[in-house]
């Protein structure tokens, strides 16, 4: 066989793009808004997710969640992550409002959100107790999709009840494009140690592509994944917030580029969300941004109480001046 054959073959396909080693981002409530995903493509991540959205929001129209859904094309490849337990909702939901947006490349289930208020009504986590429930919704999405579904979850609710191999193969019988395994438990939350071993035990047993995911804080980390499991991707999460450079070499960013780089994303959150709403949303990713950068407390505690954008820009440019 040819090389360019063999590569080929290795080549990992969604719907109808073709991946060498794909690095994504995972989604994240409250932080991989469309802003974010700009300032991640730019620096080589190669596909996004929107922030999780309720299948029902977009079921009332709901105006908080088609925010959510807002999706601007310098952001590459976007999956719409959807979460939600009625098959019918569903449906019509991907039917009526997702399949006919040119912006949204995928669907992908939430099946991993631990959080008390979404597993309460059932969903996110909470399918992982109900397997038949969780095919039957998966089902559902599958048939009435034009575009790519995949589904995310974790090892099972808790260490009693590890069922990531179960739901892997309804996701595969079901026509599933890819998996993504975040191996904690729903119990675990996001402490502990991510359990790469059992990536490694969803890919060896399913034919479709399989992503990992779970404590990937530098390139180091991503390359150690790929070999550890042969997954088919990754998809980074916390570790994107400190170095967004991890989907490119990965090289730590300098102060002056840090700067830089919190500026732009003000701009970008300002265009879509206003400044008003923009201002406090930038506080948690400049804490991210400056994390580890040395003397930056007083810095980040200023502007954790300041309101005005020219003050705060003021307030970044003194800190580069005097870290020179
Ligand atoms: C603040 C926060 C918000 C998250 N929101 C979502 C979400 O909306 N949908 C989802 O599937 N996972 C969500 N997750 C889980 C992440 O996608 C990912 O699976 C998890 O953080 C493990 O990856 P990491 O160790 O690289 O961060 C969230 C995690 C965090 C910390």
Redesign the pocket.
Same mark, same amino acid.
């Given at each position: 066989m040819t090389e360019t054959k063999e590569r080929k073959q290795n080549m990992l396909k969604i719907g109808n793009k073709e991946f060498e080693k794909l690095v994504g981002m995972?989604? $994240?409530? !409250?932080?991989t808004d469309s802003s974010f995903r700009k300032i991640i493509k730019e620096r080589g991540c190669q596909f996004s997710?929107t922030?999780?959205v309720s299948a029902k929001g977009i079921y009332y129209k709901d105006p908080k969640t088609e925010e959510l859904l807002h999706i601007d094309p310098e952001e590459g490849l976007v999956g719409a992550?959807i979460f939600g337990r009625d098959p019918e909702i569903l449906s019509k939901v991907i039917k009526e409002n997702l399949n006919h947006r040119e912006d949204i490349f995928s669907i992908d289930l939430?099946m !991993?959100?631990p959080a008390p208020k979404v597993v309460k009504n059932g969903d996110g986590s909470a399918l992982m107790k109900e397997p038949e429930t969780a095919e039957r919704i998966i089902n559902a999405m599958v048939e009435s999709s034009t575009k790519p579904v995949s589904v995310?979850f974790r090892l099972g609710w808790d260490e009693e009840n590890i069922n990531f191999l179960e739901i892997g193969k309804i996701c595969e019988k079901a026509g599933v494009s890819f998996v993504t395994l975040?191996p904690r438990t729903r119990k675990a939350f996001?402490a502990g140690k991510?359990d790469w071993d059992s990536i490694k035990i969803l890919k060896e047993e399913l034919s479709i592509p399989v992503m990992g995911? !779970?404590? $990937?804080f530098s390139k180091e980390d991503i390359e150690k994944m790929f070999r550890h499991t042969l997954c088919d991707g990754v998809?980074?999460?916390? !570790?994107a917030l400190q170095n967004p450079n991890i989907f490119g070499e990965g090289e730590s960013l300098s102060l002056q580029k840090i700067v830089e780089l919190i500026k732009k994303h003000y701009s970008l959150k300002i265009a879509q969300k206003g400044e008003r709403r923009a201002i406090p949303e930038m506080r948690k990713h400049i804490a991210w941004y400056l994390k580890g950068v040395p003397n930056s407390n007083p810095l980040k505690n200023k502007i954790n109480t300041e309101n005005n954008l020219q003050t705060i820009f003021k307030l970044l440019e003194e800190f580069e001046r005097e870290q020179e």
């Amino acid at each position: 066989m040819t090389e360019t054959k063999e590569r080929k073959q290795n080549m990992l396909k969604i719907g109808n793009k073709e991946f060498e080693k794909l690095v994504g981002m995972a989604p $994240l409530a !409250g932080i991989t808004d469309s802003s974010f995903r700009k300032i991640i493509k730019e620096r080589g991540c190669q596909f996004s997710f929107t922030e999780m959205v309720s299948a029902k929001g977009i079921y009332y129209k709901d105006p908080k969640t088609e925010e959510l859904l807002h999706i601007d094309p310098e952001e590459g490849l976007v999956g719409a992550q959807i979460f939600g337990r009625d098959p019918e909702i569903l449906s019509k939901v991907i039917k009526e409002n997702l399949n006919h947006r040119e912006d949204i490349f995928s669907i992908d289930l939430n099946m !991993g959100c631990p959080a008390p208020k979404v597993v309460k009504n059932g969903d996110g986590s909470a399918l992982m107790k109900e397997p038949e429930t969780a095919e039957r919704i998966i089902n559902a999405m599958v048939e009435s999709s034009t575009k790519p579904v995949s589904v995310k979850f974790r090892l099972g609710w808790d260490e009693e009840n590890i069922n990531f191999l179960e739901i892997g193969k309804i996701c595969e019988k079901a026509g599933v494009s890819f998996v993504t395994l975040h191996p904690r438990t729903r119990k675990a939350f996001y402490a502990g140690k991510a359990d790469w071993d059992s990536i490694k035990i969803l890919k060896e047993e399913l034919s479709i592509p399989v992503m990992g995911n !779970g404590d $990937l804080f530098s390139k180091e980390d991503i390359e150690k994944m790929f070999r550890h499991t042969l997954c088919d991707g990754v998809f980074v999460g916390r !570790g994107a917030l400190q170095n967004p450079n991890i989907f490119g070499e990965g090289e730590s960013l300098s102060l002056q580029k840090i700067v830089e780089l919190i500026k732009k994303h003000y701009s970008l959150k300002i265009a879509q969300k206003g400044e008003r709403r923009a201002i406090p949303e930038m506080r948690k990713h400049i804490a991210w941004y400056l994390k580890g950068v040395p003397n930056s407390n007083p810095l980040k505690n200023k502007i954790n109480t300041e309101n005005n954008l020219q003050t705060i820009f003021k307030l970044l440019e003194e800190f580069e001046r005097e870290q020179e």
